[in-house]
């Protein structure tokens, strides 16, 4: 199971400290600010290239090298949630109350969803799992388009 705000690869570990998206060595050493534009991001996660998180505070899902360099805003969703979940090619976030997705690359965002209370979201290869604080577990297939 994932800590929420934290990620890993193979030599760096992302985290969010003070709200500061961060990367430092595994090995320890000096943390690197990944980002500067604000200090609320809420979650933090990686794949092989990038780094994706979300600044609650301007209510943007942003996307950034691993190996440094300018981040890139993937979408605009006035609040964003605290949780992020990837896929191959997507990445999916809470906003405002409903659930979305937008390509790595950038483009519009997806709908997916809604809920009361969002706090929990989840993927696997064919779904969309989130929870909300009345409950229960929503699962909607993930569309194919």
Same mark, same amino acid.
């Given at each position: 199971?994932?800590?929420?705000?934290? =990620?890993? +690869?193979?030599?760096?570990?992302?985290?969010?400290?003070?709200?500061?998206? !961060?990367?430092?060595?595994?090995?320890?050493?000096?943390?690197?600010?990944?980002?500067?534009? %604000?200090?609320?991001?809420? +979650?933090?996660?990686?794949? /092989?290239? #990038?780094?994706?998180?979300? +600044?609650?505070?301007?209510?943007?899902? !942003? /996307? =950034?090298?691993?190996?440094?360099?300018?981040?890139? &805003?993937?979408? &605009?969703?006035?609040?964003?949630?605290?949780?992020?979940?990837?896929?191959?090619?997507?990445?999916?976030? !809470?906003?405002?109350?409903?659930?979305?997705?937008? =390509?790595?690359?950038?483009?519009?965002?997806?709908? !997916?969803?809604?809920?009361?209370?969002?706090?929990?979201?989840?993927?696997?290869?064919?779904?969309?799992?989130?929870?909300? =604080? &009345?409950?229960?577990? %929503? #699962?909607?297939?993930?569309?194919?388009?």
């Amino acid at each position: 199971m994932r800590k929420h705000g934290h =990620a890993c +690869d193979g030599d760096r570990r992302y985290l969010r400290i003070l709200g500061r998206p !961060l990367r430092v060595a595994k090995q320890g050493g000096e943390a690197e600010q990944i980002y500067a534009g %604000t200090w609320d991001i809420r +979650d933090i996660l990686v794949d /092989s290239e #990038r780094v994706y998180f979300n +600044d609650f505070a301007s209510g943007r899902v !942003l /996307s =950034a090298p691993k190996a440094g360099g300018a981040a890139m &805003t993937l979408a &605009t969703q006035g609040k964003v949630g605290n949780q992020m979940a990837l896929d191959n090619d997507y990445v999916y976030y !809470l906003g405002s109350g409903d659930v979305y997705r937008v =390509a790595k690359s950038g483009g519009a965002a997806e709908w !997916l969803g809604s809920g009361a209370g969002l706090y929990a979201l989840a993927v696997d290869d064919d779904y969309v799992f989130w929870v909300g =604080a &009345t409950g229960p577990v %929503t #699962r909607v297939r993930k569309p194919w388009w």
